[in-house]
């Protein structure tokens, strides 16, 4: 029995795989080869997974913030009465389209119809005012998928003095004119203009639309600019 105990006979003791000195030494063993491979290629394999992950879930908060910001609007409109008017002066920035329309002849009364639509993050911001009998209206939209409508009715005589422009999107932003006797002055850049039976001063860039040449005779254009159906002279 001497013989199989390796520390009576003098030889090396038999080694317990399952004692922390033994442990210990397999973790220091150099690791062959296939291991090396193997450890290399589950590595390799967490880290696709870990950005395969990460793409997922940007696309899916991109599709929700897309959502949010270009599907989910709301509207409201409301409508507004200015005693006293005689002339009107309007400043328009962004998606905001404006008819004026002549109605009454020798009445000192403007109306404003307003149709909002607004983000989640941003309303359309008007500011109006009534100094001397002239109105005063500012509208701004400063998300770009907002929009606004407005229908300003007034007499006919009244005075008319608009700026606008829409840098976002060309040619969203549209001044209709219609029936208007009075002095009518327009600058748009970039726009739409349209006239109808109103005659028109100012400058466009964009597109100008009128039903006669007289009417826009005087409004004048950078190179290019559309003149629509009826041509006239810039």
């Known amino acids: 029995m001497s013989g199989l105990n390796g520390e009576e006979s003098g030889g090396s003791p038999i080694p317990d795989p399952d004692s922390p000195a033994e442990a210990a030494a397999g973790e220091n063993r150099p690791v062959s080869g296939g291991g090396k491979v193997r450890i290399w290629f589950a590595a390799l ?4 997974f870990a950005l395969v992950l990460t793409v997922v879930i940007l696309a899916i908060c991109g599709g929700v913030t897309d959502v949010v910001l270009h599907v989910t609007r709301h509207g409201s409109s409301n409508f507004t009465v200015f005693a006293g008017i005689t002339a009107v ?3 328009l920035d962004g998606d905001v389209s404006l008819s004026v329309v002549g109605q009454t002849e020798g009445g000192s009364a ?11 993050f941003d309303d359309p911001i008007r500011s109006t005012s009534v100094i001397g009998g002239t109105l005063y209206l500012t509208e701004t939209c400063p998300d770009s998928r907002c929009a606004v409508d407005l229908t300003l009715t007034l007499n006919t005589n009244d005075q008319v003095s608009i700026v606008a422009g829409d840098a976002l999107r060309l040619n969203d932003g549209v001044v209709d004119l219609s029936g208007i006797d009075g002095q ?5 850049a970039p726009g739409k203009l349209i006239a109808t039976n109103t005659i028109v001063t100012g400058a466009v860039i964009g597109v100008v639309e009128c039903d006669t040449d007289v009417d ?10 559309d003149r629509g159906t009826s041509a006239v002279d810039g």
Do not use: K, W
């Open 89 to 91: 002066d309007v400043v």
């Open 216 to 225: 826009c005779r005087g409004v004048a254009t950078a190179p290019g600019t």
């Open 184 to 188: 009518t002055d327009v600058q748009i």
């Open 45 to 48: 394999l967490r880290s696709a």
């Open 110 to 120: 403007a109306t404003l119809n307003a149709t909002d639509t607004s983000t989640p």
